[in-house]
């Protein structure tokens, strides 16, 4: 999975402005250089994701002032952009608030560091422009940093336009290229020089000495080393955007990768067999269930002839039995005599009278007594009771209906 290194350009960006790229293979190493607007960058559409793991921005040098502060003690553990404020209000030309600041990597308290700055609207729009366009941006990097030590010369741009980067301990500037320039700067005469291609003959000419060829996507690879990430202090990069990128880039690689091939067919033929198992499964769960069903029914219409069709066999085999005890002056179950007797007895409490209806229902089974004084501590114990004789029993207030289990309301 490569890395893609994106320089922004010095302007405001938009939908139709060009950006220069390196889509390394691991970061390190230079690969494919070339431009293109944000929509067709690598890795800013599903299809093009996939070959890119990491994003890293460059933001130019023109774009960024250094600046070298020492942080009071305690100004790390809260409110760091007003502390950076105020520190550097003094040294800024336009509004802080209208700026953006980055404090170096690894800085502490009491020490001196540097600070980057750069206007917040303009990188703002740019890191929203790139998501926006389906990128997920993983750092924010400046093209050169201020060195430890010694220092270190970069001549940049065209032959009509060409400017001279300069880092050393004291910062990063940038000048253009002019014998005026030259001239009036004591450049350290042997401190590293690189040029750009198109403009190492100019710089060879303005400085008297050979200068080694960089390319801006190597200038890219070299940033890219940096600890620096301007992500901070409110321009934090969308993590949930970049979580989200990989589970798609993981997604899609399983489903488009000729590696992934036999997996995939596996998975469908593991669901295939799953699913035919299910419905085989539920089949013969569905026919041992109809011939139970059948086989009962059998034993209703053998043992009632009368019954011709089977709906609810047990209760239609309760209402049966109940029909044969009263034609032969028995009571069931769910006989008015069998469930008011039933009730009553639960009810009655030793040493005590007897608790008396004031009316009686009886319909279908079912038995509605009103009026009897159940007292609540003594009615759980009581349903319990019925309930273990096999009836079903319910209060409403004064109201107590009780039928047999299994019988039809």
């Not at 001196?112 to 926006?132: F, M, S």
């Not at 399983?254 to 067999?273: D, E, K, M």
């Not at 002056?329 to 007797?341: D, I, P, V, W």
């Amino acid at each position: 999975m490569a890395t893609l290194l994106l320089t922004l350009p010095i302007e405001t960006l938009n939908a139709s402005t060009t950006l220069a790229y390196v889509l390394s293979p691991d970061g390190l190493g230079m690969g494919l250089q070339s431009s293109a607007t944000a929509a067709l960058l690598p890795g800013a559409s599903a299809e093009r994701a996939t070959a890119v793991a990491h994003t890293v921005v460059i933001v130019p040098t023109a774009q960024l002032s250094w600046h070298r502060i020492t942080l009071p003690q305690g100004a790390l553990a809260g409110r760091q952009r007003a502390v950076l404020e105020g520190l550097l209000e003094d040294q800024l030309l336009d509004d802080p608030a209208d700026l953006h600041f980055a404090l170096a990597p690894h800085a502490r308290a009491g020490e001196p560091v540097w600070v980057a700055v750069c206007n917040k609207a303009w990188l703002r729009q740019a890191i929203d422009g790139l998501e926006l366009a389906g990128l997920s941006i993983d750092r924010i990097v400046p093209e050169i940093t201020p060195t430890d030590q010694g220092a270190s010369l970069c001549v940049t741009g065209s032959p009509e336009d060409a400017w001279l980067l300069h880092a050393s301990t004291q910062g990063v500037t940038r000048w253009p290229l002019t014998a005026a320039t030259v001239d009036w700067h004591a450049w350290p005469s042997d401190a590293p020089l690189w040029a750009e291609p198109a403009v190492a003959a100019r710089a060879e000419k303005r400085f008297g000495r050979t200068v080694a060829l960089q390319s801006p996507g190597q200038r890219a690879i070299d940033a890219c080393q940096s600890l620096w990430n301007l992500g901070q202090l409110g321009m934090s990069v969308s993590k949930p955007t970049r979580i989200f990128k990989r589970l798609r880039n993981a997604v899609s690689t399983f489903a488009s990768s000729p590696r992934w091939r036999p997996t995939r067919w596996g998975l469908v033929v593991l669901v295939i067999v799953n699913a035919v198992g299910l419905n085989v499964r539920a089949f013969q769960e569905r026919k041992a269930l109809n011939a139970q069903r059948q086989a009962m029914a059998a034993v209703v219409k053998e043992t009632f002839p009368k019954i011709s069709v089977v709906v609810d066999a047990p209760v239609q085999m309760q209402r049966e039995i109940s029909a044969l005890q009263i034609a032969k002056g028995q009571t069931s179950g769910n006989s008015f005599e069998s469930l008011l007797g039933a009730l009553m007895a639960s009810v009655a409490m030793p040493g005590q009278p007897t608790p008396t209806p004031s009316t009686l229902d009886f319909s279908n089974g079912q038995l509605q007594v009103t009026g009897l004084s159940v007292k609540p501590h003594t009615w759980a114990p009581t349903q319990l009771k019925l309930q273990a004789q096999g009836y079903l029993v319910r209060q409403s207030g004064d109201i107590v209906v009780i039928q047999a289990k299994g019988a039809a309301p």
